[in-house]
T-cell receptor
């Protein structure tokens, strides 16, 4: 099976812009989670989608949003970008259940100037 | 809330040395515990997992035992190699929170020949 893919791999934006990141999970996986990784805050959970519904949400402002499509592909959107949004955004997929292994994609490196 | 604490790095070892990376957790329920590894420029890969107390996860010479009495999940390897140089993350997930993973801050391991 192909692994989790994320596009684009690198992105440079300026403050105030918005950005959309895409994640394609492993075939058959219905759960997609998003994480933000920064040197200062480490790995933080953004949200999880399962069968097109947001099942869980982390402590991020409303500028961060996401959605999942019927084929389980997911997108996350960040509006009104701030310098502090510069990070590696990781997507992970799993079949379902908290005890299943989550498979991570390579991430999208977002730089906000 | 649930949390994970792991020893700070960086940890520098010589090849064939013994490795221990400490990890302790706080959880209200009965979490599953994981160790993930991140190589430079890549996403996270699951190294090993344990889903209940006294379970031992093992993979590629790495081991960790789920200790409920000490709320710990320390990572060990008897003889490290240069190729083990990476950042290691301890994480937990709670069935009641779906696919959400809570990560420790990560420990950077550098193995010198």
């Amino acid at each position: 099976k192909a692994g989790v893919t994320q596009t684009p791999r690198y992105l440079i934006k300026t403050r105030g812009q918005q950005v959309t990141l895409s994640c394609s999970p492993i075939s058959g996986h219905r759960s997609v989670s998003w994480y933000q990784q920064t040197p200062g805050q480490g790995l933080q959970f953004l949200f999880e989608y399962f069968s097109e519904t947001q099942r869980n949400k982390g402590n991020f402002p409303g500028r961060f949003s996401g959605r999942q499509f019927s084929n389980s592909r997911s997108e996350m959107n960040v509006s009104t970008l701030e310098l502090g949004d510069s990070a590696l955004y990781l997507c992970a997929s799993t079949e379902d259940s908290a005890y299943n292994e989550q498979f991570f994609g390579p991430g999208t490196r977002l730089t906000v100037l | 809330g649930d949390s994970v604490t792991q020893m700070e790095g960086p940890v520098t070892l010589s090849e064939e040395a013994f490795l221990t990376i400490n990890c302790t957790y706080t959880a209200t329920g009965y979490p599953s515990l994981f160790w993930y590894v991140q190589y430079p420029g890549e996403g996270l890969q699951l190294l090993l997992k344990a889903t209940k107390a006294d379970d031992k996860g093992s993979n590629k010479g790495f081991e960790a035992t789920y200790r409920k009495e000490t709320t710990s999940f320390h990572l060990e390897k008897g003889s490290v190699q240069v190729s083990d140089s990476a950042v290691y993350f301890c994480a937990l997930s709670d069935r009641n929170q779906g696919g959400k993973l809570i990560f420790g801050q990560g420990t950077e391991l550098s193995v010198k020949p």
